[in-house]
């Protein structure tokens, strides 16, 4: 018999309204969204970069894979409208990265192979609210949902989460990216529905 937890309606597209943001519906399938081909970057020559005002640190694929990691399970909403509860990935949290930098910035612009890129401030991201997920549902991220790594940054719309990114850049100030710069609100709280700019 299924379980049906308490102030979950079942019905299809539904869920509980607590997780559930405003103008969002559920699925249960993981749809792909991406604005251009998907990469494939070797892992021997996969990099993950922070740059900050002083040397960059880089780790290779194994270096990043030996940093300590982190399983959570998490809700996703893109700004499409679709929310997927208890998606479960595997990676290193922003704390543990941004552990290894010195810096004074407030905001970082994340950056991928393919050229996409998303801004975020640092206080969106720290303190156990991002991870960079190599794993999901107990497997290689697949290269479709950005693997081999993509950060996560479940609490806002889900372009935040940059897929196939290959490090970040930390500044002082903040610097719209590519789905920002085309009327994609700076912030994106998908509980305030911040999905434009004006919103
Ligand atoms: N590099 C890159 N990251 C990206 C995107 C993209 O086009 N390129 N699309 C974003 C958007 S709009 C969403 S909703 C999610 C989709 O992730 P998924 O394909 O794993 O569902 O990735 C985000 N990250
Ligand atoms: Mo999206």
Redo the contacts with the bound molecule.
């Keep these: 018999m299924p379980v049906i937890s308490r102030g979950f309606r079942g019905r299809r597209g539904e869920g509980p309204s607590d997780r559930i943001p405003p103008g969002q519906h559920r699925v249960d399938d993981?749809?792909?969204?991406?604005?251009?081909p998907t990469p494939h970057t070797p892992l021997e020559q996969w990099t993950f970069t922070i740059e900050s005002g002083a040397e960059p640190v880089t780790w290779t694929w194994d270096e990043f894979r030996a940093l300590p990691r982190e399983e959570v399970t998490v809700d996703?909403h893109?700004?499409?409208k679709w929310s997927k509860l208890d998606t479960v990935w595997e990676g290193v949290s922003l704390d543990t990265l941004l552990g290894h930098v010195e810096h004074d910035a407030s905001y970082l612009v994340a950056f991928?192979?393919?050229?996409?890129t998303?801004n975020l401030p640092l206080e969106h991201v720290t303190d156990g609210k991002a991870w960079v997920a190599y794993g999901y549902d107990g497997e290689p991220l697949e290269p479709?949902?950005?693997g081999p790594a993509?950060?996560l940054v479940p609490h806002l719309?889900?372009?935040?989460?940059?897929?196939?990114?290959r490090g970040f850049r930390l500044q002082d100030e903040d610097e719209p990216g590519?789905?920002e710069s085309n009327g994609y609100h700076l912030l994106g709280d998908p509980w305030q529905e911040q999905r434009y700019w004006g919103d």
Excluded: M, N, Q
């Excluded at 991928?112 to 996409?116: A, N, Q, R, T, V």
């Design positions: 993981f749809p792909v969204l991406s604005a251009g996703i893109c700004v499409t991928c192979d393919g050229g996409y998303t479709e949902h950005g993509r950060l719309y889900f372009w935040k989460s940059a897929k196939w990114i590519f789905w």
